[in-house]
């Protein structure tokens, strides 16, 4: 899931997609950390990681909005 994120947020023309790809490696950065649940080092991590990166995406998906507008067009290869 994360890798197959990774290479669609490399490979988006659309920004759009391309946040819908990032907070997919948000989503399965969340799940890998939390692999080790039983641990409260892995639990904590694993919390940290989603708030971080959720944080993150958040502002970044704002960003992308404003900038789709000033820019006229959502495509990346058309800016």
């Known amino acids: 899931l994360f890798q197959g994120a990774m290479v669609g947020i490399v490979l988006s023309d659309n920004i759009l997609l391309l946040l819908i790809f990032w907070e997919l490696t948000s989503l399965s950065s969340f799940l890998l950390i939390g692999y080790w649940r039983h641990l409260p080092e892995g639990r904590q991590g694993a919390r940290m990681a989603l708030t ?27 800016i």
Do not use: P, R
Request: no cysteine.
């Open 52 to 78: 971080v990166t959720g944080m993150g995406g958040l502002a970044m998906i704002a960003g992308m909005m404003i900038l789709g507008q000033i820019a006229g067009t959502y495509e990346i290869s058309g």
